[in-house]
């Protein structure tokens, strides 16, 4: 009954299907599966999934996050909502096991064991509402206490360090972001997610966005380090190979004049992956290899695991092309 009126009974909410604010084919497809799946037509759910996993898979972007036109209904009534993101698990779930797991793993690391899959994601939706209307602190609030009841080295932590680290910086507090940021990426290099090459950039950019802040001398050389590489790294996607080895020679004598201590020098690596790749692009596979092979040697040495596999991986394309 309605508790402000018990003559009046209470209106049930209309729970809208999953696809509804999904245009085109994909919309359709996403849709029938939201009406199999509340219908309890489990194979025909399972058949649609299959026939649609490519496409599925490769715009998950547009089905995994929940719609602006519910953000309200959620969060007045999270509990009436539930049809919606349990849909939307069943289909990540069914995904992963016709062997593309990628949605499953973006929601809530539902591969790790923990609470359910199911509760996991609601709150990681309900989070992702709060923080989309500005209330970081009401969703750092639900994000810690996701974190307090999964395993401290699973993806699905992983996963909810990233976001306290991004709510982190939009509320200006960069240590405590780099702080979550640096806890991510370790995650994601110890469970061997793929998504610790994306974990390093954010705590790359968090870190250097902390030294700009503090407006020291290796803040400002840092924010130049990363501008020219941008600018060499533009010029090799356009093909202009010749010109990006000349920008990159000027910086790598930049920063081998510095104290070994001094941050930039951590921009060796991709500095020198870069000439590699250039080289290699440009046919002249024998400094190709000396420069990626450098490449390595930096990145182990300043500590960039990532970069490290990375570079080892094209080092073996190298040497593979002249098999």
Not at 30 to 42: I, K
Not at 263 to 268: C, D, E, K, N, V
Request: hydrophobic letters at 35%.
């Amino acid at each position: 009954m309605n508790p402000t009126n018990p003559m009046k009974p209470t209106t049930p909410v209309k729970v809208p299907h999953v696809g509804e604010f999904v245009d085109g084919e994909l919309g359709r497809v996403l849709r029938a599966l939201s009406v199999a799946d509340r219908g309890g037509d489990h194979a025909g759910f399972s058949a649609l999934c299959r026939q649609h996993a490519a496409e599925l898979d490769a715009r998950r972007g547009e089905w995994l996050r929940v719609p602006p036109e519910l953000r309200a209904s959620f969060r007045r009534d999270m509990n009436a909502m539930r049809p919606y993101p349990m849909t939307v698990e069943r289909i990540a779930r069914e995904l992963d096991g016709l062997g593309r797991p990628g949605a499953l793993r973006q929601m809530s690391g539902a591969d790790q064991p923990g609470p359910s899959p199911e509760h996991s994601a609601d709150r990681l939706h309900e989070a992702e509402i709060l923080a989309e209307d500005g209330e970081f602190e009401a969703a750092g609030a639900l994000l810690r206490e996701e974190l307090g009841e999964v395993p401290a080295d699973g993806v699905r932590a992983a996963v909810i360090h990233s976001r306290l680290a991004t709510h982190a910086a939009k509320q200006d507090d960069l240590d405590t972001a780099i702080e979550h940021g640096r806890r991510a990426y370790d995650l994601a290099l110890r469970t061997g997610d793929r998504g610790a090459p994306r974990a390093a950039a954010i705590l790359d950019d968090l870190v250097t966005a902390r030294e700009l802040r503090r407006g020291t001398p290796d803040g400002h050389r840092l924010g130049a380090c990363r501008d020219t590489l941008t600018h060499a790294q533009q010029l090799s996607d356009r093909a202009w190979f010749a010109e990006s080895t000349q920008v990159l020679l000027r910086l790598l004598e930049e920063l081998e004049a510095l104290p070994a201590e001094a941050s930039a020098r951590r921009f060796l690596g991709k500095l020198c992956g870069l000439l590699g790749l250039n080289h290699f692009h440009s046919g002249e596979r024998d400094k190709a290899r000396a420069w990626t092979r450098r490449a390595v040697q930096e990145c182990r040495r300043h500590g960039d695991r990532t970069g490290e596999d990375v570079y080892a991986a094209n080092l073996k394309e190298i040497d593979r092309g002249e098999e």
